[in-house]
């Protein structure tokens, strides 16, 4: 009944996966899409060596995802398979050595395909560490992951609030926009727990009313959320 | 307070029945139509309820209101009657669901036959019924398929917002179930 989509990129994990599984090296060299104008290029840059397979991805907030931790979390992450320069044109690369895998070659599709969300995940982990560990302190986080769209976290003690601007095509979608988060709101009566929810349409949130990053104030809806220590932990 | 709650619900179910009595009388009383070429142009045959251009052809138009929300418009000529329905929009919500719904039949306005393409201003959905349409339906019947489909046009609309809050709330318990082990 429920569509829940998968965190990694399907398209990427079935590529690397026939990599590994298939003996046949045929020249590879695909561009792909995924979600919130992310591109993917992947591709065996030199016809000599198939064996080495040049995964790179292209999002126009990386710069601001790295500078807010993701460079030292991808290093963690992938280790010698992370560039330290990206491929042209693109922002961030990795390599991966068919025949000298860095680790088991069955982990690797999951690990490779989740290189959007390692790098999206960044900013968050940073925020939420800071507040498990009690060293948050107030400055506000922007993250521009789209073109028109921002989501925005502010540490506050232990708590954070979190932004999501949203773009609406058609006024008639901020209203239905308004009923599903009006039941949102409601599932706290019944369930404890949930994050309190607040929507505004076509106004800055209470939250962000002086913050000068804050885009898109006369076009978007800004749903806020307020997450605790005990979800973050 | 509660009971003034209970009693506005049954005053409000109250006046239902009285509304669409007065709009199936009104209509059986205007819907007495034959056929009267036109007067203006020749070897032409028009609704003179949609050209307007005599008033001799006309007669008064009669407005039947429910609330202020809810009315009925009946104008008659001759050869043809109007009868233009305001439908009941509680909140953003069902306006939109209106909107949508009343211009998704109005596209298939061919099939119902006595539909008009656009509603007239003021107005959320209007029929017009011809002499011709008279002489190939039942007279009767015709007038309980409008009296029924005032009556039903709110029941699909309830119904669709009953299904958009319980979808509504499907998602919303998905969602949560994240933050609450």
């Known amino acids: 009944e429920m569509i829940l989509l998968e965190f990694n990129n399907r398209i990427l994990f079935e ?40 995964v790179s991805m292209s999002w126009s907030c990386c710069s601001q995802l790295f500078q807010l931790g993701a460079q030292q979390d991808l290093k963690k992450i992938y280790g010698p398979m992370l560039q330290a320069q990206p491929e042209a044109k693109y922002d961030v690369s990795l390599l991966i050595d068919l025949d000298n895998p860095p680790e088991d070659p069955k982990n690797l599709p999951l690990k490779i395909s989740n290189l959007k969300r390692h790098v999206f995940a960044a900013p968050f982990k940073k925020v939420f560490g800071d507040i498990v560990n009690k060293s948050a302190g107030n400055q506000i986080v922007s993250i521009d992951y789209r073109g028109n769209e921002s989501i925005y976290l502010k540490p506050e003690g232990d708590s954070c609030t979190v932004i999501f601007s949203i773009a609406f095509s058609e006024d008639a979608d901020a209203v239905f926009a308004k009923v599903f988060l009006q039941e949102f709101a409601d599932a706290r009566k019944s369930m404890r727990g949930v994050p309190a929810v607040k929507f505004t349409y076509r106004e ?12 898109n104030v006369e076009s978007n809806g800004f749903v806020s959320m307020v997450v605790f220590d005990q979800h973050l932990n | 307070s509660e009971f003034h709650l209970i009693a506005l619900v049954f005053y409000q179910a109250n006046t239902l029945r009285p509304y669409l009595n007065t709009v199936r009388h009104t209509l059986d009383a205007s819907l007495c139509l034959r056929n009267f070429p036109s007067q203006t ?66 596209q298939r306005s061919e099939q119902f036959i006595v539909m008009r ?12 019924v011809t002499h011709m349409h008279l002489e190939r339906m039942w007279k009767h019947k015709l007038i309980d398929f409008l009296i029924e489909f005032m009556e039903d046009i709110d029941k699909e609309i309830s119904g669709m917002k009953i299904a958009i809050n319980a979808r509504a709330r499907i998602i919303a318990s998905e969602y949560v179930k994240q933050f609450c082990p």
């Open chain 1, 15 to 54: 590529i690397i996966e026939q990599r590994f599984t298939n003996e046949k090296r045929e020249l590879l060299d695909v561009v792909f899409a995924d979600f919130d104008g992310v591109s993917f290029h992947v591709s065996t840059q030199d016809g000599e060596k198939r064996n080495l397979v040049t």
């Open chain 1, 204 to 215: 800055a949130p209470l939250e962000l009313e002086n913050f000068p990053g804050l885009k």
């Open chain 2, 41 to 106: 142009v020749e070897r032409h045959n028009k609704p003179e309820v949609e050209v307007q251009s005599s008033k001799e052809l006309l007669l008064n138009p009669v407005m039947i209101c429910r609330n202020e929300q809810e009315k009925c418009l009946i104008e008659s000529s001759i050869n043809s009657v109007r009868v233009s329905i305001a439908i009941k929009q509680a909140d953003e919500i069902e306006s939109i669901l209106c909107h949508k719904f009343t211009s998704f039949l109005m």
């Open chain 2, 117 to 128: 393409r656009k509603p007239a201003k003021g107005y959320d959905l209007s029929f017009l």
